[in-house]
Nanobody, 123 residues
């Protein structure tokens, strides 16, 4: 098993930046593909992006492509998402998730989830 803890959320003005972290403990972190998702109350969980076990391959949702960058440091058991040019519509709770299989845009493919961190972007 792996335990995930997100951090780095907060309040930022539109156009600003934030970096979220997903720290893992437990089983060897490099065994896991990691995805980031976000959710607004009353709406379905939205795929933000994902990164392969090695970090070589990354994938992004259309709404964040070109603005967000996902990376990982397996030595530190941490995955990051650098969020630039933030927009009010990026306001959501952000979650990281992990699985032992390939990266996926489908949240149902992920077995382990963090508690989430809130990002609020003011206009």
């Amino acid at each position: 098993q792996v335990q995930l803890v997100e951090s780095g959320g907060g309040l930022v003005q539109a156009g600003g930046s934030l970096r979220l972290s997903c720290a893992a403990s437990g089983r060897t972190f490099s065994d896991y593909s990691v995805g980031w998702f976000r959710q607004v109350p009353g709406k379905e969980r939205e795929f933000v992006g994902a990164i392969s076990r090695s970090g070589i391959n990354t994938y992004y949702g259309d709404s964040v492509k070109g603005r967000f960058t996902i990376s990982r440091d397996n030595a530190k058991n941490t995955v990051y998402v650098q969020m630039n040019r933030l927009k009010p519509e990026d306001t959501a709770s952000y979650y990281c998730a992990a699985n032992l299989r390939v990266v996926s845009k489908d949240p149902d493919e992920y077995d382990y989830w963090g508690q989430g961190t809130q990002v609020t972007v003011s206009s």
